[in-house]
């Protein structure tokens, strides 16, 4: 049974650093697209971006110029950071693995980690 | 961006109705549409892929239709454990975006 589990610190202060990692579990690391999917509190759904085995990555444009996602094959797993955050990057942030099943889905999520930023 | 609309935001039902949510892409997205099931507090989990294909272990009273930009997700008969929100979501081109939710509860 694949699982995910995100890590990392549940606060952080405005202009600084999110770094979150994801640790995969129970399946194969290859064919597959990881991604990074937020939450604000009591919204919706934003995905922030994905890596694919092969080290490429996509990431959604209002967010691209703040986005690295990295893959560590050797530990099982990806990794996000989000520079020069602000108190709208407060969210949920969870980990997912994208397989593409006739089309691309997220079948395996994460349990979520709460990021809040604030000073 | 392709856009994904969901109606209603919210409903209220009770255990036994047929429930049915749409979502409307702003263009064409074929059949690259996949359903969501968020209960409070848990990640979201799939139910529907490709507009209509039934994720594994997910009970044949949900349902989906449709293609093109009109999609819908139906549940035949609403079961207590069904009370949560769902979420369309469109996998045609990237960014990757998903509607805004609809929120079912108890009636």
Excluded at chain 1, 25 to 43: A, L, V
Excluded at chain 2, 24 to 49: E, H
Aim: hydrophobic share 30%; glycine share 10%.
């Amino acid at each position: 049974q694949v699982r995910l589990q995100e890590s990392g610190p549940g606060l952080v202060k405005p202009s600084e650093t999110l770094s979150l990692t994801c640790t995969i579990s129970g399946g194969f690391i290859g064919s597959y697209y990881w991604s990074w999917i937020r939450q604000p509190p009591g919204k919706g759904l934003e995905w922030i971006g994905y890596i694919d085995y092969s080290g490429t990555t996509n990431y959604n444009p209002s967010l691209n110029s703040r986005v690295i996602i990295s893959l560590d094959t050797s530990k099982d797993q990806f990794s996000l950071k989000l520079s020069s955050v602000t108190a709208a990057d407060t969210a949920i942030y969870y980990c997912a693995r994208g397989s593409r099943v006739v089309i691309p889905l997220f079948d395996y999520w994460g349990q979520g980690s709460l990021v809040t930023v604030s000073s | 961006d392709i856009q994904m609309t969901q109606s209603p935001s919210s409903l209220s039902a009770s255990v036994g109705d047929r429930v049915t949510i749409t979502c409307r892409a702003n263009q064409s997205i074929a059949n690259y549409a996949n359903w969501y099931q968020q209960k409070s507090g848990i990640a979201p989990k799939l139910l529907i892929y490709a507009a209509s294909s039934l994720q594994s272990g997910v009970p044949s009273r949900f349902s989906g239709s449709g293609s093109g930009t009109d999609f819908t997700l139906t549940i035949s008969s609403l079961q207590p454990e069904d009370f949560a929100t769902y979420y369309c979501q469109q996998s045609y081109s990237t960014p990757l975006t998903f509607g805004g939710g609809t929120k079912v509860e108890i009636k």
